[in-house]
């Protein structure tokens, strides 16, 4: 297994698509860290890179939306496939963490990243044989943080000792703008919901796009109640009724059924960032979880 990790850099234009060449996105400062091996040594807590260089990333499709076919690959200059679980960085620094949209506001199909397939690449989740789709649109854009792993051996003491549920983390992204099923933002998280779903624990960060000409007011959990009103409610009762059309109980909350502040946010990105730095590593069985 190789140690070192590659930091790539990239000041200009990330370009996503060898199909549609839209900008993944146009950050000042952007760093993306690729993988030379499936567990690379760490000394810090958060993993960090060394090498740096300037990739173009683009994103390759496969197959038709909607499709059980459809597939959306991460694609580095040279034409590797990487992982935007795996390969993305998680950490930006003060506070700043990658986002990656898998489903984007006012859309019900369930797309996700495979977890189960090489180079995890984003597909529509199935159920049966059959795409599955939310009974109802769900009104933020939707995704995950890169590099964390909610562990199914781990029982969460704080929260009625529920085991994870064996995914990276989600993100529920609050501005205003519609992003891109693949799109990579740079958010800073606000609040914690602790679902419960099945027994499992699944937590939702809420969270902000740089970008969003809010954000520079919205900084901890009060400010999300005082400039997106009714947003957090709005939140846990989606997420806690969405499967009821289905003929399935209501999920539950842990911590009081409230949200937890901005500070215990990072504790769980921090948490679940060592937890998926130990299944890279191998030191916790990866199950048919793909490492690569």
Partial sequence: MAAARVMVSANNTLTTSLISK??????????????????AAHRSRLFTCTAI??????IKEQGQPETLDYRVFFVDDSGKKV????????????????????IPKESSAKMEVATDE???PIKQDTKKGKLRYYPYN??????????TWEDPSFANAEVEGAFGDNDPVDVVEIGESRAKIRQ???VKPLAALAMIDEGELDW????????????????????VEKHFPGTLTAIRDWFRDYKIPDGKPANKFGLGNKPANKDYSLKIIT??????????????PAGDLSLV
Avoid: M
């Fill in 53 to 58: 260089y300037n990739p173009q990333i683009q």
């Fill in 204 to 223: 939702k960060i809420v969270a902000i796009s740089l970008d969003d000409p809010r954000a520079s007011l919205v900084n901890d959990i009060d400010d």
């Fill in 138 to 147: 769900i009104h933020w854009n939707y995704g995950l943080l890169p590099q």
């Fill in 22 to 39: 839209i900008p993944l996105q146009k950050p000042n400062s952007f760093n993306l860290c690729f993988r030379n091996g499936p567990a």
């Fill in 118 to 120: 090489l180079y995890t």
């Fill in 83 to 102: 992982s935007p679980w795996h390969d993305i960085p998680l950490h930006l620094g003060d506070g700043v963490f990658n986002f990656i949209a898998e």
């Fill in 184 to 186: 990579v933002l740079k």
């Fill in 271 to 284: 948490e679940t960032n060592e937890s998926w730095a130990k299944l890279v590593k191998r030191s916790i």
